[in-house]
């Protein structure tokens, strides 16, 4: 019995980590194609210079910048955002997942789980 | 050559790339950095972060339908990142440290070992006995789902697995891709998982191991707006449309074909890193 009850919160769990990844690349698709809509708009005519590498300035870095740079009707950071939005997609599923085996009272799991945020946190 | 241009070229690049790696089940990923570099003539920074930001955008989006069918071990997973984010970790430090020369050659070795697993005739999955007892500690025996019925599979050599994985985690920190062939090989041939439920599994982790070492390509500047815009949604309709296509078309002449290219782009990285033009 407790067994078949342990199948279900995982297939729920499965479910809905199913919807968030789906749902994360969908929007973060949709951000892309607005901001690259814009970018090409204003700078479609002008010379690519990626064969030299530069590094991005700090508003493709900083959340702070970017925001002021989206506000500035800018395109890239708007498809920067984009990325942000699928990059956290992958980590928001590990935060579910930690909801999910607090659920279950599943604490090996758990903790398993809290270390892997940690350490993708760690770097941010 | 204007920037419209280009990254219309890139689109088109990249979806291409996106749709015959899905096809083959070779990755599309692995393919980018090549095409970027090589045929784009983008500097190798670059190129890395363009394809980690992809490989999130793939791996996802294959993981939301595999994930709902109950293919995925969601637990091995989960346990297996342990290793991969750790090594993604350093592996992404790593490529500070080393030449792009270095990253080159290593691309190509990479490269020509992820074409010839693929050939590879797996090892039989294991299905009856108890498993290990830390894969039984673990709770990572599980069942998955087949045209008979659900059918019981036990993971072996846990312990070989981790490292291997820890492994494949340095080598996508390091070039930037899922490493999805050295994952497959980890799970397959050493733990003893159904290929179905090790390729679900692979590609479950490819985007939390990307999200781990993409922190550290972001704060040094590696990650272009202007470059992943095209190339994510290049490879992601690709890769959807191979998605589809999959269950009709014939695809045994077309990996050959797909080998053979990434042969002859291995050569060319190697080449190309042996002679300090990369």
């Known amino acids: 019995m407790s067994l078949l009850r342990k199948k279900t919160t995982d297939t729920d769990l499965e479910k809905v980590i199913g919807q968030l990844l789906r749902f994360g690349v969908l929007l973060s698709s949709a951000i892309v194609i607005a901001g690259g809509m814009i970018y090409l708009w204003r700078h479609g005519r002008e010379q690519p210079q990626f064969h030299v590498f530069k590094g991005e300035p700090e508003k493709m870095r900083m959340p702070g910048p970017l925001f002021r740079a989206i506000l500035n ?21 590990i935060v579910f997942s930690i909801f999910g085996y607090l659920l279950e009272k599943d604490w090996l799991y758990l903790l398993i789980t809290l270390v892997v945020l940690a350490v993708i946190l760690w770097n941010f | ?29 692995v393919v980018l950095i090549p095409l970027l570099t090589l045929v784009f003539k983008v500097d190798i920074h670059y190129a890395i972060g363009t394809s980690l930001v992809s490989v999130i955008a793939t791996s996802s989006g294959a993981a939301a339908a595999y994930v709902r069918e109950g293919i995925t071990n969601i637990r ?9 984010t750790i090594g993604a970790i350093c592996g992404a430090w790593l490529s500070a440290l080393v030449s792009t020369s270095f990253i080159a050659v290593l691309f190509g070795v990479i490269l020509i070992l992820s074409a010839a ?20 500690w673990l709770k990572l025996n599980s069942s998955y789902p087949t045209p008979e019925g659900e059918k019981p599979y036990l993971v072996k050599n846990v312990i070989g697995g981790f490292f291997m994985m820890n492994i494949a985690g340095i080598i996508s920190g390091l070039l930037g891709i899922g490493s999805g062939a050295l994952k ?13 439920v090790s390729t679900t599994t692979s590609n479950f982790m490819i985007g ?27 490879v992601l309709l690709g890769a959807f449309l191979g998605s589809r296509i999959l269950t009709t078309a014939k695809t045994s002449s077309l990996k050959i074909l797909f080998a053979l290219v990434i042969l002859v782009l291995a050569i060319e990285m190697m080449y190309n890193g042996l002679t300090h033009k990369i």
Do not use: C, H
């Not at chain 1, 009707?73 to 599923?93: D, H, K, N, S, Y």
């Not at chain 2, 091995?76 to 991969?84: D, I, N, Q, S, V």
């Not at chain 2, 972001?218 to 095209?230: A, E, Q, V």
């Open chain 2, 184 to 196: 497959v090989i980890a799970m397959d041939n050493v733990m003893r998982i159904p290929f179905k």
């Open chain 2, 208 to 234: 939390v191991t990307a999200a781990a070492s993409v922190g550290v390509y972001l704060s040094r500047g590696y990650i272009d707006p202007g470059l992943s815009m095209p190339v994510m949604l290049g």
């Open chain 1, 73 to 93: 009707g800018e395109g890239r950071p708007i498809i920067q955002l984009g990325l942000f939005v699928l990059i956290a997609t992958p980590i928001l599923r």
């Open chain 2, 76 to 84: 091995l997973g989960m346990f297996l990142e342990l290793a991969t």
């Open chain 2, 1 to 29: 050559m204007t920037i419209l241009v280009f990254t219309l070229a890139l689109f088109v690049g990249a979806l291409a790339a996106g749709l015959l790696g899905s096809l083959t089940g070779l990755g599309g990923g």
């Open chain 2, 117 to 136: 697993i693929s050939f590879f005739k797996l090892a039989d999955p294991v299905s009856t006995g108890q498993g290990s007892p830390l894969s039984r």
